[in-house]
């Protein structure tokens, strides 16, 4: 079942980036001023406080790290 928060490090893995690039962008998510874009690949993140620090809200994620975090999801089918 895909989750409904993901945390950077969790984005970082998928997207094969640094988890300090993904907090940078969540920091603009969060406005980090006006001469800064909230936007990642068109999308503006949701971003909610956690348990152990920020979490992206998963619906607001852009659609390709979306698609791969369901690919993960799904079972593996047999090739015969």
């Given at each position: 079942?895909?989750?409904?928060?993901?945390?950077p490090?969790e984005?970082?893995?998928?997207?094969?980036?640094?988890?300090?690039?993904?907090?940078?962008?969540?920091?603009r998510?969060?406005?980090?001023?006006h001469?800064?874009?909230?936007?990642?690949?068109?999308?503006?993140?949701?971003?909610?406080?956690?348990?152990?620090?920020?979490?992206?809200?998963?619906?607001?994620?852009?659609?390709?790290?979306?698609?791969?975090?369901?690919?993960?999801?799904q079972?593996?089918?047999?090739?015969?």
């Amino acid at each position: 079942m895909t989750p409904s928060r993901v945390t950077p490090a969790e984005i970082a893995e998928i997207v094969g980036c640094t988890e300090k690039h993904v907090r940078r962008m969540i920091g603009r998510a969060r406005g980090a001023g006006h001469h800064v874009s909230p936007e990642w690949f068109g999308r503006i993140m949701r971003i909610e406080d956690g348990e152990h620090g920020p979490e992206v809200v998963f619906a607001t994620l852009p659609d390709h790290i979306r698609e791969a975090f369901v690919m993960l999801d799904q079972p593996e089918l047999p090739l015969t």
